[in-house]
């Protein structure tokens, strides 16, 4: 084991990308309740609500646990795991780090600084806010050829709207080939987001190359 591998406090570090107000915040809260976030009040309203919006960068710990390694497992707070470890002893335990990054285009020097040693990239797109497809493809080409060729996994979030687009049509807005459908304020959805991409990324590290069928996958797996 390297150096560099003892002195991290993560097995996998998920990068969590996407234009202004995608939900990137969101989703790392709803996975981790006690991520910390540096972001401010927004000055204006943007579609008809003044939220926050991150300026620093989101910073969330959860643990995916698994009675076996084909399984979809479960995504647990650390605090949480911590706290409860003798529940899963014998499981397979792999510690994530979720990184967000702010939204807005001028912050692209943060987006930059916070890649290192990414193992994955979550890039999320609101589904309906079509007014931000520009942004999202400028930061979805940053991200590619920032990273090479770790898995990105695209995600056509806000899902509950009503004004929502499907996945398949957030996946023409990118020119990709899919696009995960979820809502970042429910858990479950969240959940099964970040376990697809952390099964391309063991894919990766076991050497299978086909890959997942994202939607296959969360409708035939066990649980844990
Ligand atoms: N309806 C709905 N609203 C959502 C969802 N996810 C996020 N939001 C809302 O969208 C707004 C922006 O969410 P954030 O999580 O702050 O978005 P962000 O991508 O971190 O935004 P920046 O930090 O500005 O880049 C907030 O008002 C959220 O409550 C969702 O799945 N459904
Ligand atoms: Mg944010």
């Not at 084991?1 to 107000?21: A, H, R």
């Not at 990324?201 to 086909?210: L, Y």
């Amino acid at each position: 084991m390297s150096i560099i591998k003892k002195l991290k406090s993560y097995d996998y570090k998920v990068y969590v990308t996407g234009p202004f107000q995608a939900g990137k915040t969101t989703l790392i809260h709803s996975l981790d309740p006690k991520a910390i976030s540096i972001e401010r009040d927004m000055k204006e309203e943007y579609r008809g609500e003044k939220s926050t919006t991150t300026t620093g960068f989101d910073l969330g710990r959860v643990v995916w646990v698994r009675k076996e390694s084909g399984f979809m497992g479960l995504i647990v707070p650390k605090d949480e795991y911590t706290r409860e470890v003798s529940e899963y002893e014998g499981w397979i335990a792999k510690e994530i780090e979720l990184r967000g990054v702010p939204g807005q285009l001028h912050f692209k020097f943060v987006r930059d600084t916070m890649r290192s040693n990414s193992d994955g990239v979550l890039m999320i797109v609101d589904s309906s806010d079509p007014g931000m497809i520009g942004d999202a493809s400028a930061i979805l080409a940053e991200t590619q050829t920032a990273f090479g060729d770790i898995p990105i996994v695209s995600i056509a979030n806000k899902q509950d709207r009503h004004d929502s687009v499907s996945p398949e049509d957030v996946a023409n807005w990118l020119g990709v080939s899919e696009s995960i459908g979820m809502s970042a304020q429910n858990r479950e959805s969240s959940k099964d987001a970040l376990i697809l991409l952390l099964r391309r990324i063991e894919d990766i590290t076991v050497g299978n190359t086909e890959g997942d069928d994202l939607q296959k996958v969360i409708s035939q797996s066990q649980y844990i």
